[in-house]
């Protein structure tokens, strides 16, 4: 049974940091990514990373924010900094098994979800 477990979510004032970090298991996947929904918006691509290590962000967090993935222990982190109220949101972690080549960055393409974790930015 596959499942992906996110841990790191929390409230943080502006300008500080948080890690999240996901735990896949019952598969090894192609690509990870993390997403992002505030209430009342639609579900937004934050960051993903392909096995062969190429990484795609969104304009929003260039700069801010890094992805990282450890193969070895099928775990992909989400390292965000320079946090703004406009961060705040639930990050979901997803998994992608069908796209061997590519950076998916659209949520249809991926097959695997998070249940979600709060990450709350207070000005």
């Known amino acids: 049974q596959v499942q992906l477990v996110e841990s790191g979510g929390g409230l943080v004032q502006a300008g500080g940091s948080l890690r999240l970090s996901c735990a896949a298991s019952?598969?090894?996947?192609?690509?990870m990514g993390w997403f992002r929904q505030a209430p009342e918006k639609e579900r937004e691509f934050v960051a993903a990373?392909?096995?062969?290590?190429?990484?795609a962000y969104a304009d929003s967090v260039k700069g801010r924010f890094t992805i990282s993935r450890d193969n070895v222990k099928n775990m992909v982190s989400l390292e965000m900094s320079s946090l703004k109220p406009e961060d705040t949101a639930v990050y979901y972690c997803?998994?992608?098994?069908?796209?061997?080549?590519?950076?998916?960055?659209?949520?249809?393409?991926?097959?695997?979800w998070g249940q979600g974790t709060q990450v709350t930015v207070s000005s």
């Open positions: 997803a998994a992608d098994s069908t796209n061997i080549n590519g950076i998916p960055t659209t949520t249809r393409a991926y097959d695997y």
């Open positions: 990373l392909t096995w062969r290590g190429s990484t």
């Open positions: 019952g598969r090894t996947f192609y690509g």
